[in-house]
């Protein structure tokens, strides 16, 4: 059974930064392709990074990009998301997913999924 755990997720202020975490175990990590996605109360779930299995190939959402960046660390099953220049929209749940084969944008390409960590940014 594949589990992802999220960690990192709290309260921030306008313009700081946070690197949320999620570790991955019951699979083979190095075969998945990661991604993370956020969602805030009545609005659909967004997509915001994904890194191939080997972290050469990323994709970002457009709300994100040049301020954020994903990473993984294969030997710690861990994939990262650095948060850097938060604003207050960035406020919402981040979850991160995994997926066999190539990494996508899509939310339904993903087959498994954390429970999710709150970033909460004030301004």
């Known amino acids: 059974q594949v589990q992802l755990v999220e960690s990192g997720g709290g309260p921030v202020q306008a313009g700081g930064s946070l690197r949320l975490s999620c570790v991955v175990s019951?699979?083979?990590?190095?075969?998945?392709?990661m991604g993370w996605f956020r969602q805030s109360p009545g609005k659909e779930r967004e997509f915001v990074a994904a890194?191939?299995?080997?972290?050469?190939?990323?994709l970002y959402g457009e709300s994100v990009k040049g301020r954020f960046t994903i990473s993984r660390d294969n030997a710690k099953k861990t994939a990262y998301l650095q948060m850097n220049s938060l604003k207050p929209e960035d406020t919402a749940v981040y979850y991160c997913?995994?997926?066999?084969?190539?990494?996508?944008?899509?939310?339904?390409?993903?087959?498994?999924w954390g429970q999710g960590t709150q970033v909460t940014v004030s301004s």
């Open positions: 997913a995994a997926k066999d084969g190539l990494l996508q944008s899509g939310a339904s390409r993903y087959t498994y």
């Open positions: 890194a191939s299995r080997n972290n050469v190939m990323t």
């Open positions: 019951g699979g083979t990590f190095s075969t998945y392709a």
